[in-house]
């Protein structure tokens, strides 16, 4: 392993201020209030699923679902909470009925993409200060550190939910 201890050092560094900052970032704005309020209340996990279908587009459940880590049921549910408070809508997929599409409705379209906007501009600006070989070895230090930390965590790179149930096999000594 070749790792200099005042690299390591610099990189725990920088990354105590990355995570405090991320955390200072998870208060929400008055413009995401705004959005988000109502009843029944919405909460982080909708933000996270709102976020997703304003940054990446039209996606199903999914999709959804896989790309945030979390089970069928859960993204379906929190969806139609989302369309309930009139900032997605749901339809029938044409080219597979099954599948629900969920996308941005237009009365809200506008507002969600200037949050995300404004959310995204540290990001930009990290991205702009950088030549274009440094950004992409920045991302690449990224996906590296990111794939070490996944190997890493209990669940590997997908959550319990994705993984198969547990079964408690036969026992020869139970009583039936």
Do not use: Y
Request: glycine share 8%; charged share 30%.
């Amino acid at each position: 392993m070749v790792t200099n201890s005042d690299e390591l050092g610099e990189l725990r560094s920088q990354l105590r201020r990355v995570m405090r900052g991320l955390w200072a970032r998870r208060r929400p704005t008055p413009e995401l209030l705004e959005l988000v309020s109502g009843d029944p209340p919405l909460g982080r996990r909708h933000v996270g699923v709102l976020a997703q279908i304003g940054a990446e587009g039209d996606r199903t459940v999914g999709a959804l679902a896989r790309e945030l880590g979390l089970s069928l049921p859960a993204t379906s549910k929190l969806t139609r909470d989302l369309e309930e408070h009139g900032l997605v809508e749901r339809s029938e997929d044409p080219g597979d009925r099954r599948r629900t599409v969920v996308s941005l409705s237009d009365e809200t379209a506008r507002r969600v993409r200037t949050w995300l906007g404004r959310r995204n501009k540290p990001l930009e600006q990290a991205l702009a200060s950088l030549e274009p070989a440094e950004r992409a070895a920045f991302l690449k230090g990224l996906r590296t550190l990111a794939d070490a930390l996944m190997e890493e965590s209990a669940c590997g790179s997908q959550r319990s939910h994705h993984h198969k149930a547990h079964r408690r096999g036969p026992n020869r000594d139970r009583p039936v």
